[in-house]
């Protein structure tokens, strides 16, 4: 149920009562969907591309993370919003570099980022506390989430070792369920109607960005 402004434009921004993790999912539906469906990321989970296209893809995203790191990280020091999403276990920059060097050695390997990408990386860096808060959500959660399945399936496609993907283990996290239950339950104490609308927006992008992303690798 959206709100409609005096102007006459609709915003994403409910009451704020509902769940803010509900309406985020709910919100973002379309744009996750149209996200996760790029020819690029369907083919290269389904085993139809070459192990080199999985290296392509985390050499994209590690700018990205890198700049999510970075930023969250300087955030957190001075805003309680930001401070209350923090966590360091998440990161993965350092995952992927060293991924990367056990696969092609110290420094070989990873790509420069492709247009789109540095985009996204500036976005990130240049992004409100709210809108940086989208951007963490959809990587990490979206990682906790999916990790363990991308990585088997990997594995399975590519023959990629199981200690060249520390991308996506998170075994220093004893209980996955249970953090990502503490985020989204840390997610609905948003109330603040301009936060959330922000926030939603900036979501939406973010999906919007990545699904770019895949465009361009499939180019």
């Known amino acids: 149920m959206a709100i409609t402004t005096t102007a006459g434009e609709s915003t994403a921004v409910q009451d704020p009562a509902t769940s803010f993790s509900t309406l985020l999912r709910e919100a973002t539906r ?3 969907s149209d996200a996760e469906n790029k020819g690029f990321i369907t083919r ?7 192990e080199e296209d999985y ?9 990205v993370d890198v700049a999510l790191e970075e930023a969250i990280s300087a955030a957190a020091e001075h805003d309680a919003l930001a401070a209350a999403f923090h966590d360091p276990r998440f990161a993965r920059a350092a995952a992927i570099r060293e991924d990367f060097a056990r696969r092609f050695g110290e420094h070989d390997g990873i790509d420069a980022p492709l ?3 540095q985009r996204y990386a ?3 860096r240049e992004a409100s506390v709210p809108q940086l808060l989208a951007h963490h959500y959809l990587r990490y959660l979206g990682d906790l989430s999916g990790g363990q399945a991308i990585g088997a ?7 990629v070792p199981r200690e060249q993907l520390t991308m996506w283990d998170f075994s220093d996290i004893d209980a996955p369920k249970r953090v990502k239950d503490a985020y989204r339950a840390q997610l609905d104490e948003i109330v603040d109607p301009r936060v959330r609308e922000d926030y939603l927006d900036e979501a939406k992008l973010g999906y919007q960005l990545a699904g770019e992303m895949f465009r361009a690798l499939d180019a």
């Not at 290296?55 to 700018?63: A, E, F, T």
């Open 115 to 117: 247009p789109v990408t």
């Open 44 to 50: 290269l989970m389904g085993g139809e591309l070459l």
């Open 55 to 63: 290296w392509r893809l985390l050499s994209q995203y590690l700018p």
């Open 30 to 32: 379309e744009e996750h």
């Open 122 to 124: 500036v976005r990130i």
């Open 153 to 159: 399936l990997v594995a399975r496609h590519y023959g």
